[in-house]
């Protein structure tokens, strides 16, 4: 509905059927929308890396799951595939990759439980959101490297 009265003559500098810039885009059903704003438009900021390597940690569990099935695997087939496994996993590469999979687990519940916080509505301004996000990073951090020396102090690790 038209706010134009009868016979006025309508304003088409919006109109984006004519538009040279590319800022538009025609979808299927010949509507034209607006293009959404690139990298380049945005500013980085800290929810948006929490965001990101969230992503990335989900991505990396998922690998990590393929080294959890390998173990499984390596016990079942008996124990000389299971020393094999040992050997390769306690290598310093596979306890690095073993690091790595912590992390991205720690990481993973810590932005859980932001998402949790932000769904029940609270720390929503930015910089709440920020310090959450802060807050989830290094406290991943803190729990994957204190796992990792509870492991290496009661010698169930070792290099």
């Known amino acids: 509905m038209s706010n134009a009265s009868p016979g006025a003559p309508l304003d088409t500098s919006n109109d984006p059927t004519g538009d040279q810039t590319g800022r538009f885009v ?3 059903n010949g509507r034209p929308r607006p293009l959404s704003p690139h990298l380049q438009v945005w500013r980085f900021h800290a929810t948006m890396t929490g965001s990101i390597l969230n992503r990335m940690a989900a991505g990396a569990l998922s690998v990590g799951s393929v080294f ?3 173990w499984l695997a390596a016990a079942a087939f ?3 595939a299971y020393a094999t496994f040992s050997g390769l996993m306690g290598s310093p590469v596979g306890l690095l ?3 790595g999979i912590t992390l991205a687990a720690a990481y993973h519940l810590t932005a859980g439980v ?3 916080i932000w769904d029940a509505g609270s720390s929503l301004s930015p910089k709440a959101a920020t310090s959450l ?3 989830s990073l290094w406290g991943a951090l803190v729990i ?3 796992f990792w020396a509870i492991l290496f102090a009661t010698g169930k690790v070792t290099l």
């Open 26 to 28: 025609i979808q299927p």
């Open 68 to 70: 959890f099935v390998a």
């Open 78 to 80: 008996g124990p000389e």
């Open 97 to 99: 990759i073993w690091f």
């Open 114 to 116: 932001r998402h949790l």
């Open 133 to 135: 996000t802060w807050l």
């Open 144 to 146: 994957a490297v204190g």
